[in-house]
């Protein structure tokens, strides 16, 4: 009997047991590369995502989504909450021949996580600065990385080809040891990158909360997919997006495995999942930012406004599309919120906790988003009327409530005014199938007529002359079509006197020239030892400090 009684009273507190175990819910993340707007099934493309589409609806759909215009200033905002003005990665991406990376004065969101007792994985792509193994994914806080250094390479071979000859960037890193995998060229990387996913998951030890940063290399070019993925896209003629599409269909199928096997692991219920793109697509890679103007690399919102969701058992509400203005930044300090960690050592986080915002819907407090300041891309116009106020010759943008503000080369008018539609290259199944009988045979070629009824009017959509300071009320004109800076000049200055705000506490941008590198041993991997005399990225006093103790 009293056996008995032991039995059922550990069979009774062992959900409580558990319960007060996983207090902390698993986090997994998902970067997306060069994902566009209309590149996801519930945004009304040709492309399928199923998974996608599933997953955002039983969650919440973001749809006052931002992040930077390209690759490595969103991933650096992600991983350290900062703008990149206060990281010195204002301007452009890090090369894999440049000696920079994502600066050591500021604790990354693993290495908070991991103070926190989790267990920190970092899947794909890094893209963040490795000429240093201080600067690789272990040594910033994650305790198991596989994936790339660099920004691109191969599909297949998983290699990368420069001045200083081809090498493997493959990398099955630890806290002690770093390995390059030469065994799994001809595997397609986005498969490689969800089964490595899967394989950690399955080996975690579920005492133990996880944080799995998962950055898959798709959908940026090359464009490279196996070949039976393209089977339900052969309806599309232009070949790059046919092949875009089959890539985005692949990297679906692979988020689904992704969840199936939290499920199975039995960790699902304790698990937030969010999946955010990088920045916007690019149409000449095969990608569609429809209906915003512009496209990756650009201020306009066809580069900036992301695709992004939260999916979760733990949301109070689900089900809706969230509509509050949200940052990439505000990953960090949400994220932190979630594991119960603290911001102690951190520095300029410029992220604002949006839990509530997300899963009860509550008013966010966010009103700004700063898209960036990048003054090594400037103008060679004249200053302006606004120069006593700020440099609007270089290339920036800023977000105040309603307002978008843009300066710089990008207002004068040197980015391409190109407006992107839908569905560009799209005709339908039964369009090509009735067609199927006249392939190989030479016709005349005629112009594809687009889809949507709306089209015809977009010719007059692109605002008038172009100058350096361009404003727009992105609620009313989401598509970036009336420039109000001759109307509301009040708003232009003090947007611009707020710009020269965060001018003033911005480091110096860090892009030194590229090196005369090679592989070693037949891989990519870190190539200098030694101090860092900071001639190619000078960074504020205090932040130096931060770094020479670090």
């Not at 519930?42 to 690759?71: A, F, M, W």
């Not at 046919?242 to 679906?252: C, N, P």
């Not at 300029?348 to 009860?360: F, M, P």
Request: hydrophobic residues 35%; glycine residues 8%.
């Amino acid at each position: 009997m009293p056996r008995l009684l032991w039995s059922l009273a550990c069979w009774l507190l062992l959900p409580l047991a558990r319960s007060s175990r996983n207090l902390k819910p698993n986090i997994v993340f998902i970067m997306v590369d060069d994902l566009g707007y209309n590149d996801v099934g519930y945004h009304r493309s040709h492309i399928r995502t199923p998974e996608i589409d599933r997953l955002s609806k039983e969650g919440v759909r973001l749809e006052n989504y931002y992040v930077q215009p390209i690759c490595t200033p969103t991933r650096s905002v992600f991983m350290s909450g900062r703008y990149q003005i206060h990281t010195g990665l204002q301007h452009g991406v890090i090369g894999p021949t440049q000696a920079m990376a994502l600066p050591l004065g500021s604790p990354t969101l693993a290495d908070k996580l991991s103070q926190a007792g989790y267990a920190t994985y970092a899947v794909g792509k890094w893209h963040l600065g490795f000429y240093k193994r201080k600067f690789l994914p272990t040594r910033r806080g994650f305790d198991r990385f596989y994936g790339f250094y660099t920004g691109a390479g191969d599909y297949f071979r998983h290699n990368r080809c420069l001045k200083g000859g081809c090498g493997v960037d493959l990398h099955d890193d630890t806290k002690d040891t770093f390995a390059n995998v030469f065994n799994e060229s001809g595997t397609y990387s986005t498969h490689l990158y969800t089964q490595k996913a899967i394989d950690l998951i399955q080996a975690h030890n579920v005492d133990k909360p996880f944080f799995l940063y998962l950055a898959y290399q798709a959908v940026h070019g090359p464009l490279q997919v196996p070949h039976n993925y393209k089977q339900e896209y052969l309806h599309i003629p232009d070949p790059n997006r046919r092949t875009f599409a089959a890539m985005t269909s692949a990297l679906d199928q692979g988020i689904g495995k992704l969840v199936q096997a939290l499920k199975h692991k039995g960790v699902w219920n304790n698990t937030v999942l969010v999946l955010s793109t990088d920045n916007g697509a690019d149409p000449s890679n095969g990608g569609s930012n429809w209906p915003y103007r512009g496209r990756k690399g650009e201020w306009f919102e066809g580069g900036v406004k992301g695709v992004g969701f939260v999916s979760s058992p733990l949301l109070d509400k689900q089900r809706y599309a969230n509509k509050a203005l949200i940052h990439v930044a505000d990953w960090f300090p949400t994220f932190i919120r979630l594991a119960n960690a603290n911001m102690s050592d951190t520095h300029d986080v410029a992220g604002v906790d949006q839990w509530d915002v997300i899963s009860k819907n509550a008013q966010s407090k966010k009103i700004m988003i700063l898209h960036g300041i990048d003054p090594l891309t400037k103008s060679v116009a004249p200053a302006g009327k606004y120069s006593s106020i700020f440099d609007a010759r270089m290339s920036a943008a800023l977000r105040i409530g309603d307002y978008k503000l843009i300066t710089g080369p990008c207002a004068e008018g040197k980015c391409k005014r190109r407006i992107n539609k839908p569905n560009k290259f799209m005709i339908s199944r039964n369009q090509y199938r009735r067609k199927s009988k006249y392939r190989g045979k030479r016709r005349h070629k005629r112009k594809q007529r687009p889809l949507n009824k709306h089209v015809k009017h977009m010719k007059n959509t692109i605002a008038g002359p172009a100058r350096l300071v361009q404003l727009y009320n992105i609620r009313r004109d989401p598509l970036e079509k009336h420039d109000l800076s001759r109307r509301q000049p009040n708003i232009v200055r003090k947007m611009l006197e707020k710009l020269q705000e965060f001018y003033v506490t911005s480091v110096s941008p860090c892009y030194p020239k590229n090196e005369k590198v090679a592989p070693v041993q037949k891989a990519w991997g870190p190539w200098r030892e030694g101090k860092d005399h900071h001639q190619y990225c000078p960074m504020r006093k205090s932040l130096l400090a931060n770094t020479r103790a670090s």
